[in-house]
């Protein structure tokens, strides 16, 4: 699903949170991020599985305005059953830095 498509869902249904599941756009899809600004509800998810070769770290991250972050943030601790260790937080904070200046070349 390209932008233009996804930012008529989110005026279409905007008392409705849009997900957008970024799991492989490093590999070369276009990332909602910059739409954050304009659209409360949305909200992006990537993994840091996939381009950043991660998966075992079982790390993601969750990108949106301050409400819906905060409201994930309240419920986090009822559904998580795995929250993220000190060692795993170092490690993807460290591979988020590093993929970001390695994954340029393979972006469009
Ligand atoms: C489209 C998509 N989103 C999210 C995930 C979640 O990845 P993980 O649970 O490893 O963070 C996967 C994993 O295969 C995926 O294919």
Redesign the pocket.
């Known amino acids: 699903m390209g932008l233009a498509q996804i930012e008529q869902l989110l005026k279409l249904y905007p008392q409705r949170v849009v997900l957008v599941?970024e799991?492989?756009v490093d590999f070369g899809g276009d990332s909602a991020i910059p739409l954050i600004d304009q659209y409360p509800n949305l909200l992006v998810?990537h993994?840091?599985?996939?381009s950043r070769s991660l998966?075992g770290l079982?790390?993601?991250f969750a990108c949106g305005q301050a409400p819906l972050i905060d409201a994930l943030a309240r419920v986090k601790n009822s559904f998580n059953s795995y929250p993220l260790d000190r060692l795993a937080i170092a490690g993807a904070l460290a591979a988020l830095k590093t993929t970001l200046t390695l994954s340029r070349p393979a972006r469009r």
């Open positions: 599941d799991a492989y998810v993994t840091l599985s996939k998966a079982r790390v993601g």
